[in-house]
């Protein structure tokens, strides 16, 4: 009997204690840090990589015109910033051997109807950069048109009577954010 009391006794203290759960927490805590550079790039995929733009100038009526050459999506650009699209040229000149042609008979113009907003410009190519674009918005895969132009007063004074010939000169578009 006296076995049986110690039984009874150890399960009816076995189910007091068991309803009593000890309860044991442990934390840990981490920082979770997300770091930001400026970024500003031209995707390797705009027309204007590698690109070419060409002027004919076969005939007379050539000579006595304007033209006009329109690229969609010339340049392609991110940005995590607001920036600024300047455009130069490499030389003073365009060059066919010992030919030249200054690079001032060449007008590049930013157009509408690409995704990328800013004030939009026109300037007469030089060597020295020149704004194209002012204070565009950042984002991603932004587009911008380009059309590049020769006046109908260049192309008679300038162009006529210059040696027949290819005559190149690069143009190097600049995004630099602000």
Known sequence: MKNQIIIAASFLGAIVLGNHQVLAQSQATTSVNINLADVISMDVGSVASGG???FNYVNTTDY???????????LVIISSKNFDVKVKSEGA???NGANVIPVDVLQVKAIAGGSLTGTLNEVTLSAADQVLVSNASPGVKQ???IAYSIPAEKASKVLLGKPKGTYMQKITYTATAL
């Open 64 to 74: 006595n015109s304007s033209k006009s050459v329109t690229v969609p999506n010339s």
């Open 93 to 95: 000149n365009f060059i």
């Open 143 to 145: 587009s911008l048109n």
């Open 52 to 54: 070419t733009v060409d």
